[in-house]
Nanobody
């Protein structure tokens, strides 16, 4: 059974940092197919970060560019999201995802994690 399990969420003050982890299990994963989304209360789920399937590059939502960094460790089937300079508007449930195709759309996600709450206080 495929599982994506996030960890590392919590409460942090504005300007602080958190690192989220997503551990994949149940089969062999290609970590470059994985990414992060988030969903704030009353809002739609939105793309945060992912890898390029064709090379070593990464791409980000404009709202997090320069502050968040996605990385991966193939040997552990794990993907990370380092979040720096956090703002209150970053408050959301953060979801790990595996894409079926190269995409940044939620509709193209095949598997979701259960989510981890990130709360940034002002």
């Amino acid at each position: 059974q495929v599982q994506l399990v996030e960890s590392g969420g919590g409460l942090v003050q504005a300007g602080g940092s958190l690192r989220l982890s997503c551990a994949a299990s149940g089969r062999t994963f290609s970590t470059y197919r994985m990414g992060w989304f988030r969903q704030a209360p009353g809002k739609e789920r939105e793309f945060v970060a992912a890898f390029s399937w064709s090379g070593g590059s990464t791409y980000y939502a404009d709202s997090v560019k320069g502050r968040f960094t996605i990385s991966r460790y193939n040997g552990k089937n794990t993907v990370y999201l380092q979040m720096n300079s956090l703002k209150p508007e970053d408050t959301a449930v953060y979801y790990c995802a595996e894409f079926r195709v190269p995409s940044a759309r939620a509709e193209d996600v095949g598997y979701w994690g259960q989510g981890t709450q990130v709360t940034v206080s002002s």
